[in-house]
């Protein structure tokens, strides 16, 4: 069944409907499978109707039952019919209507009714008849025949476009009851996966960027090599330092964390490398560094990135030679320490910009690691959500919540800029923020997860210029869309889409919606 009131909520649905209500004066309606009106209430006063003859015909209960009877038997023409559309008389017998198909899987669920149009002038005696019916419900005779006036007449070429744009209504209706079956059935499996192979230590995912990585750490485990991992902020790195560290032979002795850029040069030399007794004011006493401390041990250099050039020239020596001399100190100590850095900078860029030493960058990246941001592994979302919900409620001892559909939904689109740590934390504020209620509603979603797709630029509706324009840019827009919804699987965007995969290639051509062009300009994270 089609959750036919989660549709008002899809913005390519609504621009699609408000396209159509400003270049034809068209009013949508959507008739479910039994025949009954699904996007109309006649008790709701505040409806302001897009089509002229509507706006008359609706408001008055014997005009409105014309409407309601047209839909519920054009609706069972489309139930017998395979033809994806077909246009039918309207009401009043003046007017004509396009009625769209909904069916999945050869099952019919639906229609789309688009009222109403002109296919041609109408006839003096068909207007006379018609007025003379709209009369006997109670509607006034001069106010119907100006309504009748401003519907407008479609040129061949005009229909075409219209009849595409209905298509593509309920196409789009089509394909988010298929995406929603889809990751509802993705939800359930992968909660019945959690605790196989898509956890590693204290990482979760099961998407491929996950699997990637899990298997790289499989094989560097035994390995004493110094490791590079970069990614983004949020994104668990220092929960993969950690992973190789508790992996390796080195796993009976210290783990030791210093962030390079917490400290200023002077105080991270002293953190690093220690100090001796009266070394410079405050140092009353000889202190171990953070090597000595990680001796046979790992050491996480987290942001090595901020470290400065005369920093980077010490750690390179003893990444080299395995001696360091303390601050002040003339005598020099053995270490026998395993690095692992990270960065969310691009290192490369700064070897040839001159800000990172080009030696140091070949000695620490010896095995790179590319942590994947959330948003390119989404599948991997529903089980975090998962795994933070079970966490928090444990730790605040209240019942183990859910979240309704529409909130996952909502936190399924959202593109996550701070990462694992963002959805971490987010969680914990709606448990928090949900009381004693075991299903947390999308209300209770942070304000830029709840808006997100409602603030992109596919909200506004282009009412100048040329219909062919006005087209080819909500093509653009529904492709970029569904391209970043499907993280840039083709073949699945194609099949929602309901064209081929190589034209939905030369589409992306077309409109250059590449991601490599897009990531250049800064549309892509």
Known sequence: MINWEELKH??????????????????????????????????????????????HLLPKEKSRAWIMK????????AFKTEAPHFVWEGPAGVESVLVSRISIDNEFLG?????????????????????????????DGEDFDQAVGKLRVLSEGERKYFYELVDLVAQEIVAFHTEIGKREDRIKNLNHQLGTRYSYDS???????????????????????????????????????????????????????????AFNENLLDSELFGHVRGSFTGAVKDKKGLFEAADKGTLF???????????????????????????????Q???DVRVVAATNKDLKEMVEHGTFREDLYYRINVINLVVPPLRERKEDIPIL????????????????????????EKIFDYTWPGNIRELENEVERIIVLSGDDARIPAELLSQRIREHGENSKVQGVRVAGKLKDALEELEKTMIKEGLRRTNWNKSRLAKELGISRAGL?????????????????????
């Open 10 to 55: 899809i913005h390519v649905i609504r621009k699609l409907e408000g396209i159509l209500a400003q270049w034809f004066h068209t009013e949508i309606f959507f008739v479910d499978e039994r025949g009954a009106v699904r996007n109309y209430d006649p008790l709701d006063r505040q409806r302001e109707f897009k089509n002229p003859l509507s706006a």
């Open 70 to 77: 047209s839909m519920a038997e054009a609706n069972e023409k």
């Open 111 to 139: 229609s789309v009714y688009a009222y109403s149009f002109l296919e041609t002038e109408i006839p003096q005696e068909k207007r006379v008849a018609a007025r003379k019916k709209a009369e006997e419900a109670g509607i």
């Open 203 to 261: 990482m979760i995912g099961k998407s491929k960027p996950m699997q990637d990585l899990y298997g790289m750490l499989d094989k560097i485990k035994n390995s004493e090599s110094t490791v590079l991992v970069q990614g983004e902020n949020g994104t668990g790195k220092e929960l993969i330092a950690k992973a190789i560290h508790y992996n390796s032979p080195r796993k009976e002795s210290q783990f030791v964390t210093v962030n390079c850029s």
């Open 301 to 331: 250099l987290d942001e090595i990135g901020d470290m400065s050039p005369t920093m980077q020239v010490k750690l390179l020596r003893v990444l080299q030679e395995g001696t360091l001399t303390p601050v002040g100190g003339t005598d």
């Open 333 to 335: 100590k053995k270490v």
């Open 385 to 408: 959500v998962e795994h933070f919900l079970n966490r928090g409620c444990k730790e605040k001892g209240v019942a183990l919540k859910s979240l309704a559909k529409r909130a996952i």
């Open 505 to 525: 290639i030369m589409k992306v051509e077309k409109y250059d919606l590449d991601k490599r062009k897009l990531m250049r300009a800064g549309e892509v994270a």
